[in-house]
């Protein structure tokens, strides 16, 4: 019996998502036509898949999310119940944000914020040598055994 308010809300619930679609079905005009079943990319259409593949850096830093939410979501429930829990409770947690840093110091090694302008300039940076000069770098393509005169 104390559950009936719950069991009660619940179908009430469900039978406003089924009034909705069956409404939304009934009075929305359907006018389907090229532009509207295309993909919408921003208004500019692809014109073939990009070649490259995500970067490993973007999951890195999706896990860096995922591992604080989770550690959000645990330290919540000890923080109302620390008291009750004791200095177990207190090691379990300490061991827990451990491991937690743990990843963390994992992922920033892995080089998970590494990217962005200042990344790029600095590889950029590290790429060009003072040694680097026209004649070392440009071939001639072409000019082996050629003479002076010669028209190409």
């Known amino acids: 019996m104390q559950y009936l308010p719950v069991v009660g809300l619940l179908i009430l619930g469900i039978l406003f998502a089924a009034i909705s679609f069956v409404a939304s079905r009934m009075l ?15 208004g500019i259409e692809p014109a073939k898949e990009t070649p490259e593949r995500f970067p490993v850096r973007f999951f890195l ?21 620390h ?44 790429a060009v040598s003072a040694e680097r000069t026209t004649s070392s770098t440009i071939r001639r393509v072409g000019s082996d055994g050629r003479m002076d005169g010669e028209a190409a």
């Open 83 to 126: 008291r009750e829990l004791g200095a177990f409770g207190l090691w379990a947690i300490v061991i827990f944000a451990a491991a937690v840093f743990e990843s963390f110091v994992y992922l920033i090694g892995n080089g998970a914020l590494e990217w962005g302008p200042v990344h790029q300039a600095r590889k950029l940076k590290a």
């Open 61 to 81: 830093i999706a896990m860096i999310f995922i591992v604080f939410d989770i550690e959000l979501i645990f330290f919540y429930p000890w923080a109302v119940a």
């Open 28 to 42: 929305a005009p359907n006018r389907p036509n090229d532009k509207k079943n295309s993909a919408y990319e921003c």
